[in-house]
């Protein structure tokens, strides 16, 4: 089993910023995809930022330019750099990734809990 635990979410407010962490711990052999998305009050989940193991990133175009992700592989970990936080960014944050158990195995797509992000002043 995989377990994602996220860390760094809070009360900001408009202009500040945040920095969330996202670790993985459990039985991981390889991972691949890791991502963060946000759900606001009352919509769907959202793509935020995501980044490949090659260290490729993709960005949701509201985030573009304020936000910044990263990984430290070593770590099994994910960071969301998040800078001019908006109200509009106001969610739960929730990270994921995609990895292995063993060589052998599939690829599964595992989830954090969330943490919740609130930009209000």
């Known amino acids: 089993q995989v377990q994602l635990v996220e860390s760094g979410g809070g009360l900001v407010q408009p202009g500040g910023s945040l920095r969330l962490s996202c670790s993985a711990s459990?039985?991981?052999?390889?991972?691949?995809?890791m991502g963060w998305y946000r759900q606001p009050p009352g919509q769907q989940r959202e793509l935020v930022a995501s980044?490949?193991?090659?260290?490729?990133?993709n960005y949701a175009n509201s985030v573009l330019g304020r936000f910044t992700i990263s990984r430290d592989n070593a770590k099994n970990t994910v960071y969301l750099q998040m800078n001019s936080l908006k109200p509009e960014d106001t969610a739960v944050y929730y990270c994921?990734?995609?990895?292995?158990?063993?060589?052998?195995?599939?690829?599964?797509?595992?989830w954090g809990q969330g943490t919740q992000v609130t930009v209000s002043s």
């Open positions: 980044i490949t193991s090659g260290g490729s990133t």
């Open positions: 994921t990734q995609d990895s292995q158990r063993s060589r052998d195995t599939p690829f599964f797509r595992y």
């Open positions: 459990g039985s991981i052999f390889n991972i691949n995809y």
